[in-house]
Nanobody, 113 residues
Framework: VQLQASGGGLVQAGGSLRLSCAAS????????MAWYRQAPEKQRELVAA????????NYADSVKGRFTISRDNARKTVYLQMNSLKPEDTAVYYC???????WGQGTQVTVSS
C-alpha cells in the first residue's frame, strides 16, 4: 500500500492550495484518512481527518474555517483544500491511513508573508 501526496508549493499569504493524496491497494475506502503537518523543529500535528465514508470530519482549531478535507473513494484519493493561507501554515504535509497507520511521503507547503 502506498500513499502519494502532491499539490504543495510556494504561495503568498492569503492564497490557496489543494493537496491530494492518492492511495494504492485495497485499504483506502474502509479506513479513515487524515492530513498531518510538521513545521521545522516542531512536532507533527493532526490538521484534519475524515471518516471512511466521508460523513464525519474534524479539524485542528488553527485551520477551522480555512481548510476542508474531502475524499473520493472511487479515485482512492483524499484532498485538503487550504484557503486563506498564513505563514504559520508552512510545513511538510503528510497524509495518513488512520486505520492501517500508513504514511505518505509528504509535500512541502511554504507560505510567504
Amino acid at each position: 500500500v502506498q500513499l502519494q501526496a502532491s499539490g504543495g508549493g510556494l504561495v503568498q499569504a492569503g492564497g490557496s492550495l489543494r493537496l491530494s493524496c492518492a492511495a494504492s491497494g485495497s485499504a483506502f475506502s474502509s479506513n479513515s484518512m487524515a492530513w498531518y503537518r510538521q513545521a521545522p523543529e516542531k512536532q507533527r500535528e493532526l490538521v484534519a481527518a475524515i471518516s471512511s465514508g466521508g460523513g464525519n470530519t474534524n479539524y485542528a482549531d488553527s485551520v477551522k474555517g480555512r481548510f476542508t478535507i474531502s475524499r473520493d473513494n472511487a479515485r482512492k484519493t483524499v484532498y485538503l483544500q487550504m484557503n486563506s493561507l498564513k505563514p504559520e501554515d508552512t510545513a511538510v504535509y503528510y497524509c495518513r491511513n488512520q486505520g492501517r497507520g500508513y504514511w505518505g511521503q509528504g509535500t512541502q507547503v511554504t507560505v510567504s508573508s
